[in-house]
């Protein structure tokens, strides 16, 4: 079935203690898309600027991903600069050019409004509204968030959230969300914002599914080689999304499968850098993580 | 098969959000014989002053715990006082009066000395070592330890390390003692110790277990009511403990099925107060968690 994706394309600047990045591809529909793409076409909404490299447009069409929703506005594309320490468990933001994207008023071609499985990456709830908006008789809806909108535009948020049927979140956006420090309270307390079902990303501690029925979790697949975190969460979701999309599921159980091939695609995200090194992964390998984890939790 | 545990009897003052529990049972012995008598019959060697109240000497009895190696002192009993606040996480240790456990000089009765599973509690590694040199021909040997000892007493620490089979210690403990920010690598470092298994408790987030062929994990179970998290590494220990000596079997997939009883009694000690709710928690309770947990992370 059809996936769409709405987020940011980004210039990236990213500092880890083994190596410094300067303006490489990045930005959260990109990484959804390179992680989304080996279980079905994406189609990507979202704006650069008039400096947006021809090879890098180039590398989202070899993934197949229909960018008939690419605008192109006069201005730079939008550049973030982070930098990991220590744990790496979170970047530091250096700084941050919203450049074009910070009028990103997206506008979905005709063809993509009926798509299926629709994923708004993390971005201004005002600009995630406008898309829901335009979107017609989706089969599942997912939105990310960040704690910048929970604090400044919480209004505008509830009215995403009571619109879409999965938030997914981090662990500590799901804290501050809930005002529960306890993750499973948390996870309880997304299902009485009415969503269908909540996913909370907890990093090196694996993921919760929170459905009407139950609370689920998984542990994370246990790389040891981090090299950079940028996109695990975006990579994460593309695999989940992918993956329902191809098999055109949305039950709780369809949801588990799904995230476990998110937290196999984000393994690999987190152990090398930036998105093509995703792109290049076969859908076995990713597969072989999968159970690989399975039999990680299995006792 | 026999259980040994060595380890601390105190008397505790909790204080929670919800209630303050004066000079109550506590101990880090008497939360893993609370969870591990459901199993299998437990030996006990510790240390009580001679203000320690006949009711809890009873309440061990009641359990069929082996107090041939409980030693009364002059003096007064260990006692701790601890307060929960916000995510419950940790304790802030209001007071600490070692008293009679302070010289604790651990003496195994004879009938105790050939015991199949030994547990160390938490203690200070000097302790540890003169009980594993009493003790001849065990069948597995598992010890705990905290931050005090990693950062004071690392020496004789790695020479426990060095003559057990286990360790078990939480997530930050296990990042301090191997010098690695991340699980999956700190439980790798653990093998590297020469452990033939290492335990890492992480809360709320689960437990991670590394043996020599893999990394494994469980996430927690998900209880929403946390009212006093005091005893529930201990109970997590008891119960794996307890496992494993009915079972007779230390291998990694009986290590694992170990551990996951040890998350759902822990479930269970933090829902309530005090080593007395556990000790009468049904087993066919704990069995039906253990099988909740298995479908909470079953995709």
Redesign the interface.
Same mark, same amino acid.
Request: net charge positive; charged share 20%; with cysteine.
């Given at each position: 079935m059809s996936l769409l994706v709405v987020g940011s394309i980004a210039l990236d600047t990213v500092e880890t203690p083994a190596r410094k990045a300067e303006t490489v591809l990045g930005g959260s529909a990109v990484y959804f898309s390179a992680a989304a793409h080996r279980y079905t076409p994406v189609r990507l909404v979202g704006v650069v600027g008039e400096d947006f490299p021809e090879e890098h447009r180039e590398f989202l069409k070899s993934m197949d991903v229909d960018i008939a929703g690419l605008a192109v506005q006069p201005g730079e594309t939008f550049r973030w600069h982070g930098k990991y320490q220590?744990?790496?468990?979170e970047a530091e933001t250096v700084s941050v050019d919203l450049n074009v994207f910070g009028e990103f008023d997206p506008v979905l071609p005709q063809s993509f409004r009926e798509s299926d499985f629709v994923f708004l990456a993390n971005g201004a709830p005002q600009v995630q509204m406008k898309v829901l908006e335009q979107v017609k008789g989706a089969t599942l809806t997912v939105a990310d968030t960040m704690n910048l909108w929970i604090e400044t535009a919480r209004e505008a948020l509830d009215q995403v959230i009571g619109s879409i049927d999965v938030l997914c979140l981090n662990e500590n956006e799901a804290r501050m969300l809930t005002g529960e420090?306890?993750?499973? &309270?948390a +996870?309880?307390r997304l299902m009485d914002l009415g969503l269908k079902a909540g996913v909370i990303k907890?990093g090196?501690?694996?993921m919760?599914l929170a459905t009407a029925g139950?609370?689920?979790?998984?542990?994370?697949f246990?790389?040891?080689n981090?090299a950079d975190p940028t996109g695990a969460g975006d990579s994460f979701a593309g695999a989940m999304m992918g993956y329902l999309a191809r098999e055109g599921k949305t039950d709780a159980?369809s949801l588990? &499968?799904a +995230?476990?091939h998110g937290i196999a695609m984000a393994s690999f995200t987190v152990g090398g850098f930036g998105p093509q090194h995703i792109a290049d992964i076969p859908i076995e390998k990713v597969e072989e993580r999968v159970h690989q984890l399975?039999?990680?939790?299995?006792?």
């Open positions: 220590g744990a790496m468990n420090h306890l993750i499973a &309270r +996870a309880r907890k090196e501690h694996g919760t139950a609370t689920c979790a998984l542990p994370a246990p790389e040891e981090v159980a588990m &499968r +995230a476990a399975r039999a990680i939790c299995t006792f």
